[in-house]
Structure formats: structure tokens, C-alpha cells
């Protein structure tokens, strides 16, 4: 390392344009500057260890360091370092990736389109969506449903997609015909003494009136997270795509399952489909698709979609969208030897199994606990919501930052948590074993005792 240590921090705050950053936090406590990971953990470059709670950004699912991802990446960047996809060109290991992407897809699914990041691959659903509309003669059919709190990414449209406030005032966004209906959040949204079951229910008929609203000849897809990730960690209520599907069926509306989280067994499925039964049309995924040992996103298209693609071939030309990094082999080496690793040491059981004991053992350990209002979740993702008036549901006041209290309270004791406002959430590798997420649960409940010491 050139950098000098004691100058990296403030080179750093002097340098990078930090991605979902508070700048003024930036300047006062200045960054956290990793520099080795090994498995779970990682250690910063004064050589303080931390238990990763959330997998990176819920991404490194195999964990740091392993010897045969790192090993998959360097012999393809030796053999074949970069090679493109457009003009019908391609490369084995793009072949093969796709062809175990498909192996592994919930549903059957026609072909896979590989880019770098979650948004991108949303965004090319989008294209896509608009293009198989107006290959069948549906030009009014473009308007996209979102959810009020979606995660779909930061691009200008996906931005858009996503339905929270921040990602729009000042960005001058929405941009397209975007519509959100509300979040699926139980514990904030349901009226008081509303069963699940019927909040689904209230949910379904929102959306069902939305689309006759707008007009069913007017509108495309509905996006949706399996569970709803960087806008609070939201479960769906019991039944709730039970009662939204017919609901996209009856409209003749795209279901998009946006499986960047999900995907490659973070719910202790491989695929958030299986765990919610669900045959969309058209499959997000990135992160855990790699590991994130490189950037690479996947849109699994359905036989519906690919084979209205393909018989107007003639008459639409070139298809043309696409990156140059789309279907890169060092990125597909990296994915079939993640695919691979997923299959023989079985992660996603793992994942059933350390996200079970999650769930229970954190509700158990910090369920009752004065500054928790709510503890939701499935399998290896769980979020806790922080709030002043357990009764009520009282938020605390934004400016107290209690979220980020308990977040700095984590980090000093070895635990990287990510805050969500008040929410607290974990999404660690798949691979962490049932010492580490007791390690978790342990150093957060006592991070929340010293939190709640300062403040109650
Ligand atoms: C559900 C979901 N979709 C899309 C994205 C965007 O992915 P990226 O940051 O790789 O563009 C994210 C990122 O966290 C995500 O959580």
C-alpha cells in the first residue's frame, strides 16, 4: 500500500464522492476505511476487526477472501481479461453462465441478459417492457406501479422506480410514467387491529383501482421486491401476493420481481419466488450473483416476453440496447464458480438454518428491549425499527440520528450494521455460522443497552 495510513482518512474525505453519503457526517467523523476480509470479517487499516452484519451491501454472500472465486477471476483475466456481447458475439464462459442461470432460475425462463449493477439490469426491464408492448401493437401501455418505499435503484429511471423521497426532491424526479402505490409495511401502514390477511387484501384493491384508474390499457408492470430491502426491510404481510397476483392477471400487467437482494439465497430459497410462490415475468438479479467479487446483474426473461422479442426480429431490426461490460467472461467466470460454491457447500440451507435462528433468537434477545418498536423480517435479512412510544409507534425526532447512535454504538464494538433512518438492519454472508449470528445478536443488543443508557 502507497497510501499513508494516518493520511488515508483525510485523503479520502478530500478525494471521493461518497455514493448515499451525509457529507457533513463525512467531514466531522471523517470514513471507515476497510482494507482485508476474510470470511465474516473484515479489519479496517488500523487493523480493528468487524463482524459484517450486512454482507457488504447484502452482496458478499459467500463471504471475503475465498480462494476459488479469487482463483476463477484471475484465470479468466489471464486467459481472456475482456470481451463483448453486441453483433452476436460472445465468449464459452458468457455461454455457459447463462446457460446456469437458467438451470438455476425458479420458473422456466427463455434467455438471460447480463449487465453490471441492480440498476441497470432494472432498467433494461423497463426497455424491454416498452419494447414488447410496442412489438404487439400496445403503444399506451407503458405506465410502471412501484411501491411507496421500493429499493429498484439510482439511475434516472429506476431512481424514479424507487419510492422513496430523498432519491427524487432535487433530482427533479420521477422521470417517466412511474406510479407507486403504498408500502406493504404492516407494522407502520395497517389500520390498528387490521389482520394481515385483510391489509393484503386492502393493499390488492389499492392496486386493482390504481390500474382501473389509469386504465389497464395504459399500464404495463408492476416492480416489487420479494421483501422490500433499503426502504426499511419489509416483509410482505401474510397473503399479500396471494391477493396482488390475480390482480396483475386480471389487468393483463407484468410481474417484475426485482431479486438484486433476494437472489442466490439470502430468503433461505435460492430465488424470493420460491419462497413466495411466485412465476414472474421478468427476474432482476445482481450482488449475490457474484458475491460481489464483480459487478454483474442478470434480467431473466420469461418464454411470454422472449418469444414476442423473437418473432418480430425481422420487422424491429437490431435490438438495440446493451453495455459494453454486458455478458463480461471475468464476470461470468466469477458467477459460475458462486453458482458452483452455492451448490456444493450448501449455502442456501445454510441460509434456512442461520436465517431461522436470526429470526428467532433477535426477537427473543431484543424484542422487549425500551427503544424497539418492531422486529421484522426473513431468513438471513432482519430489520429493527427503533422507536420513542412502543404504544403509540412515536418515531424519534430525525435530528436525534438514534438510527445512527446505534449504528456508531455497533461499529465500536466490532459490528457493521447499515441504519435505515431508525431501522436497524442485518443481512450477513450466507455463509456465517450460528456462533456468528449469536456473535451479532449479542453486540447489537448491548450497542442498543448503551444507546438507551444515553438517551432514555
Ligand atoms: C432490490 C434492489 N434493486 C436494485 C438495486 C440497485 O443495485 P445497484 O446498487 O447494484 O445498482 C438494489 C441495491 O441495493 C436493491 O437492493
Redesign the pocket.
Known sequence: MTIDIQRAGQIDRESLFHPFTWISDLNRDGPTLMSEGRGVRLKDIHGKEYLDGMAG??CVNLGYGRKDIVDALAQQSAKLSSFHAFNSMSTDVAAECAQEVLKHAPVPMARVFFGV????A?ETQIKLIWYYNNLLGRPKKKKIIARQNA????SIV?SGLTGLANMHTRFDLPLGPILHVSSPNYYKNAPAGMSERDFSKQLAAELDDTIKREGADTVAAFFA?PVM??GGLVPPPEGYFEEIVPVLERHDVLLVL?E??SGFGRLGTYWGSQTYNLRPDLI?A??GITSGYFPM?ACLVSPKIWDVIEKHTDKAGLFAHGYTYSAHPVGAAVALATMKAIDEEGIVANAAAQGAHLQRVMREAIGAHPLVGNVRGAGMMIGIELVRDKATKEAFPAANRTGRRVLQAAAERGLITRALGDTLVFAPPLVATQADVSELIAIFKDSLDKVANEIL
Open positions: 451491501l447484502w449493477s441492480g440498476s441497470d432494472n429499493y429498484h435503484g439510482s429506476t421486491e430491502g433499503a426485482d438484486v437482494v432482476s445482481a450482488k446483474s
